[in-house]
């Protein structure tokens, strides 16, 4: 597939792209914890925006968690 700014996918294509199972994201999609939007009842997901939510949840998980219990 070429490499287009603002290149359009589908589900099945964002399942494989994330190497995940299509109702794991049509579940992510649903409850607007992945960016999506739906065309025609069907849902889509622009490429450069799962790149920065992809970007963006590694950046999380990658901070150290602080210790709520010590001051």
């Not at 597939?1 to 794991?24: C, F, H, N, P």
């Not at 579940?27 to 009842?41: S, V």
């Not at 849902?43 to 999380?60: N, S």
Request: glycine share 8%.
């Amino acid at each position: 597939m070429a490499s287009i700014e603002g290149e359009i996918l589908t589900l099945d294509e964002v399942a494989m792209y994330l190497k995940a199972g299509k109702r794991t994201v049509y579940r992510l999609a649903t409850n607007g914890e992945i960016p999506a939007f739906k065309l025609g009842g069907t849902w889509r997901f622009r490429r450069t925006e799962l790149d920065r939510w992809i970007a963006a949840r590694i950046d999380t998980q990658a901070q150290p968690k602080l210790d709520r219990g010590k001051v």
